[in-house]
């Protein structure tokens, strides 16, 4: 098939680059290799939330702190981008959110601290507004609630943890459990099935009857801190009406996968592109880029047992570390997927890990080399193709999860990735 | 006075002392078993879990070999739950393999273990999974799967029914005396630092490659040599049966499907010391390419995480290193040899023949204790409970453990998806006050032991730590970190292929979704440095004081 620009990934960074083409008139088609791990690992858009991996201090201002970031790491992929990049990147998505029916909040000038499900604070920049009444800067005391036989969220656990480090003068922090009626303990269920059951009326209101029971000790402007499960697809009606029937403000908190945040998220977006005429070819990991003459001519898909040529005017390959795809990692070298070169930063199976799991991975810095344009250049450092480009967690040289960055740089590369393949 | 009394003190809880506290119990001899770690956390957890039939060791060591044969039918009548009777190939590859049989056929005679040799044609279409290398192969029905850990707690909990201790993070530090004889141990709590006595009559020493580091205490010599042996897991079963190379035995032979898992080994390097086994990534690829050699789907399966485990040689004096030293075990009597009256201990050996050498050992405990019962622990089942026992993969729980494999699995709850771990195979151990850290619960339900390594359950099990243990948030956490942690170390040296993917979930979810490096970070901070919320732009919390954000990492 051909096409004017073939974005491929299944994260933020494809989907902001597809809408960006879409939005300037362009013709664009998705390339969608399948549901990605990605999906487990979102929750919020997190664009900077501590300076440096070992930094205790959360970032107040993420768009300051990308500035600074910029000034002192002329090549980190933030500089590559470019901060107007993230700017723009930033509004053309809470614009898309809107559009989408998603009620999204946050800005640049601002980092939200939000408890996550082992009751740390965490910073977040851009979050769903069913997120925001956990906002930590506020003084309400908190009950988090927590449900029988459901271990991916526990109450117990996290308000523990939050009362240490969130908890001086009128704050407070306490767990409450209620019954899902209807769920057997003994039977396995997950976030999304409670998700579904939430957007039914009558199982809402009895929740919310138990849970109102429960935390009206804790005073009038106790606010409730729930399990991320407030519906599938309907969940701004579900957070509205469960807010009204229980009297206090509520708020999600990310879960153990599957994460309904991740799912509601990709999945709307992603379907909102295709009511509104962007191609999607589903389910088709890519695995070969043709060359020549400087240019990238075709990509081969793997689709429904054959294999499908795409021809494009330009290529942005979107794919998201490791997590989508978009690294292929033998005992000696780790490759990329499409033109097989052997990427910056592999070394040898122990040199890609730290000794320990919490610390700065030395693999999710491999990835490609990019020039200002965000090109994949080869090893003698030139272009390897004018009209492809990287966007998101592929290109080389940063590790999201120290920092807490991961999805600003999805955005910002995957706007300036559109930008440079509509000029191309 | 000692804190308390028993009749006999056994050091060490792998599968030897665990033996040797049943073999006691069973005689009506009082027992406390201390260990350092946890049950099953040294040598025998670190094994294989190859159930010899004695093939491995018929040309150099037929004595072994011979204590193989006979105990392993004695572990198929009283430990069948532990064991999957998958029966064994022996292959040749090469002409150096094929120069080997003779001898090979010989010691299988010499030894009684059954060994058919069948066609290639056949034995393929028996077992799909050997390579087109595999030139002639012998049928070893006896060869099978032991799981070490399970056959630890049912010795542990068979004894426990009849009113023996077990301590846990229990190091000996020193022993108390009457003249030449041993009146009582001393004890440390590894954990808390607490100091214990416990009086006794005897104490047998098992701690197969440290018992030199407990005979020191009392100034004698025990000489065991600590050899090194690295293991790798892959992903799924990759064979019906067991599979070894016909040769003398070297590196990467022996392919042992393992519940859910494959285990392939090993390797043979002799170190300074037991507890020092690093892992090269390059020794788990050569081990791969050997076993890969024997069976398709060993260099393409998933490799999840590598382990080493060190063998217990003691050495008889001989000149032999490694492989070439016995796998025969040595019963000493220090009150003969040293003068100590009231100690004995238990060297050599392997996991198969834990019951023979802790039929020794309490033969002649017992013996200077005057007692003359005499050993009945191959009579009956370590369950004693119900005769009708099944195999492992699908026991039901007979051991009065809980089981790690429900009956039916369609929609239950699950704490462990990998491994398929209910809710109330963990709840009981929780409660039990040897379960110290996670890394014990694992060890006894396989929670934690699949593809995520631990990734999504490690968050349950800290829940359960506060909820069922009321421990407090940080606490829990730190051992959700330890037990990630943990399988960290063994996911490093097996880091290509789908590992990337996985371990950026992992990161993903408790670095990204959880804040856990963070939360790390704040919880080793002195308590004063509260990780409050920055002061807010506008609104403004009082503004004047700065958060404090000391540069400490997390530091493990």
Known sequence: ?????????????????????????????????????????YATVDVLGYSDATSLQPVEHPGTGVAALIADHPDHPYARAGLDALGAGIALLMEWLEEAGFRWRGSLDRNLLLPTAIGTPKPSCLYPESMAAGDLGRDEPIVLCGFEGYEDFVPELAASNLSRSWGAGDQSVRAIRVSLPGFDSGKMFTSIDIARNLENDAFRREVAQQIRGKATRDGDHVRVGLP????????????????????????????????????????????HLQETGVEIIWAAP??????????????????????????ARAYILALEDAVDGAMRAGVRTIRDPFFHQTLAQSGVPTDRTDESLFKAQPFARVGYAVTDRLQPVGDDGRPLASNAFVAGGAIAGYDPAGTKSRGGLAIATGYRAAQEAMAA | MPDTTTGVVVIGGGSTGAGVLRDLSLRGIDAVLVEKGDLASGTTGRSHGLLHSGGRYCVNDLAAAIECVEEGRVLRRIAKTTIEDTGGYFVSVSEEDLAWEPRFVEGCGKAGITCERISVEEARRREPALSKHVRTVFWIPEDGHLDPFYLVMGNVESARRRGAQVRTYTEVTGFTRDGNRLTGVLTRDTMTGEETSIGCKAVINATGAWAGFVARLLEVEVKVVPVKGVMVVLSHRVAHATINRCHKPGDGDIIVPALSVAILGTTSARVPHPEVLPIEWDEVRHMIEEGALMADGVSTARAMRAYAGVRPLYDLGAEAEGREMSRNFAVIDHEERDGIAGFASIVGGKVTTYRLMAERVTDLVAHRLGVTTSCTTAEGPLNDRDDDLDQLRHRPAQLGVPKPHGDEL???????????????????????PAVRTLEDIRRRTRTGMGPCQAAICSYRLAGRLVTDRHQDGPTATRAMADLLETRWRGVRPVFWGSQLRQAQVTAGLHLELFNLDRQLMFQSQPPSHALLPPPLPREGRGGGEEAHAPEVASKR
């Open chain 1, 1 to 41: 098939m051909k096409a004017d620009v073939a974005v491929v990934g299944s994260g933020l960074a494809a989907l902001v680059a597809t809408r960006s083409l879409q939005k300037a008139g362009r013709n664009p088609v998705l390339i969608w290799p399948g549901l990605s791990s990605l999906y487990f690992v």
């Open chain 1, 228 to 271: 991320a499960v407030l519906g599938l697809t309907h969940d701004t009606d579900v957070y509205d009406r469960f807010q009204s029937e229980l009297g206090h403000p509520i708020f999600e908190i990310p879960t153990l996968p599957p994460s309904v945040l991740g799912l509601r998220l990709f999945d709307r977006l992603r379907k």
């Open chain 1, 286 to 311: 890519a695995h070969a880029a043709e060359l020549s003459g400087g240019r990238c001519r075709r990509i081969h898909l793997k689709s429904a047992g054959r294999e499908q040529p795409v021809e």
């Open chain 2, 410 to 432: 369609s929609l239950q709850a699950l704490v462990c998806e990998c491994e398929l771990v209910r809710p109330q195979d963990v709840a009981p151990w929780f409660a039990d």
